[in-house]
T-cell receptor, first 110, second 114 residues
Framework: RKEVEQDPGPFNVPEGATVAFNCTYS??????FFWYRQDCRKEPKLLMS???SGNEDGRFTAQLNRASQYISLLIRDSKLSDSATYLC???????????FGAGTQVVVTP | NAGVTQTPKFQVLKTGQSMTLQCAQD?????MSWYRQDPGMGLRLIHY???????DQGEVPNGYNVSRSTTEDFPLRLLSAAPSQTSVYFC?????????????FGSGTQLSVL
């Protein structure tokens, strides 16, 4: 079983709509959680950290559910520029080793 | 500010050849690492370093060597390339004291081993 699992998608979203997707992790002792964004054939970039109480960054909302061991990302008012692959990242241990999910592809269409 | 500079962008090798992927950062980051990214799989850690003179193995270290003689540079050496090492490689660095785990990635190297 993978440490971090994501639905690969693609999630096809009309421009202006809302899209949400989850990521599950297997290690209940995981400490920190992040979403990275990766454009096609480019390097990943940090989108946002995920805090226990949930957090927003503009049109992006991240949630953590420790009991069910998943994090989620919601994108409101989708823009064409939101088309990308979103990587779920979990900090597995105190040494800071990060576990990456394989990513969820989002395609925003006009 | 160049950030993380990774070269080459593309490379084709024959089985058994050796090569070095270069990585340099100008942000004075203590932590540097190498990942490989394969279709359908998350980025997997190959080797990492928490400072000059210190390196350690990640999840998939076999067939790769690293060294960290300076804070800025962290080259990855393929000793004898195999088709299973065909992948996209990313170098990444971060400020170890930051809590947001923000990794700065290089632009990647597409490696094909024939």
């Amino acid at each position: 079983r993978k440490e971090v699992e994501q639905d690969p998608g693609p999630f096809n979203v009309p421009e202006g709509a809302t899209v949400a997707f989850n990521c599950t992790y297997s290690n209940s002792a995981s400490q920190s959680f992040f979403w990275y964004r990766q454009d096609c054939r480019k390097e990943p970039k940090l989108l946002m950290s995920v805090y226990s109480s949930g957090n927003e960054d503009g049109r992006f909302t991240a949630q953590l559910n420790r009991a069910s061991q998943y994090i989620s990302l919601l994108i409101r008012d989708s823009k064409l520029s939101d088309s990308a692959t979103y990587l779920c990242v979990v900090k597995a241990d105190s040494w800071g080793k990060l576990q990456f999910g394989a990513g969820t592809q989002v395609v925003v269409t006009p | 500010n160049a950030g993380v500079t990774q070269t080459p962008k593309f490379q084709v090798l024959k089985t058994g050849q050796s090569m070095t992927l270069q990585c340099a950062q100008d942000m004075n980051h203590e932590y540097m690492s190498w990942y490989r990214q394969d279709p359908g799989m998350g980025l997997r850690l190959i080797h990492y370093s928490v400072g000059a003179g210190i390196t350690d193995q990640g999840e998939v270290p076999n067939g790769y060597n690293v060294s960290r003689s300076t804070t800025e540079d962290f080259p990855l050496r393929l000793l004898s390339a195999a088709p299973s090492q065909t992948s996209v490689y990313f170098c990444a660095s971060k400020n170890y004291r930051q809590t947001n785990e923000k990794l700065f990635f290089g632009s990647g190297t597409q490696l094909s081993v024939l």
